[in-house]
């Protein structure tokens, strides 16, 4: 982890993120807060997640079968939470490969920049819920598998 939060502190632009690996792709398990009535798993900038979120989105209703993603983000962190059901991420930094199945509210894969990601298996009424470090931007998407490889020197 704390190799991870170097790498992260020294990130200071696109050529950065080339440093990234899929093993650096990590699940988090959050903070439960347990009650009779319900569970809380609660995150706070900079506290238990190592940046600023600006934006927040979520994915549902996904067709069975349907794949997700297909792209990768020069800048973009994301800590990403099946808030139900479950989905598989396929991670990729284009010499390694890394799946992540997620299925519990309390765990959160954080995806570093500079990593193609793809999305499969989506269980019935899942709810893929995406933490990111920016505002939405489409120059900062790659979306070309090749485009990709160049962009890692590959």
Known sequence: ????????????NKEM?????????????????????????????QRNIPFDIKRIYYLYDVPMGAERGGHAHHELQQYVV???GSFTFILDDGQNKKE?????????LH??????REMKDFSSGSVCLVLAS?????????????????FRKI
């Open 17 to 45: 993120s080339k440093l990234f690996s899929v093993h650096d792709c990590q699940v988090i398990e959050l903070p439960i807060v347990h009650n009779e009535s319900g569970n809380i798993s609660v995150l706070e900038n």
């Open 111 to 116: 995806i570093n920049p500079g990593i193609w």
């Open 82 to 84: 099946a808030a139900s």
């Open 134 to 150: 920016m505002k939405y931007t489409e120059k900062d998407y790659i979306r070309d598998y090749e485009d990709f490889l160049k």
């Open 100 to 108: 992540v199945f997620l299925n519990h509210p309390n765990k959160a």
């Open 1 to 12: 982890m704390k190799n991870l939060r170097n790498k992260e502190k020294n990130l200071r």
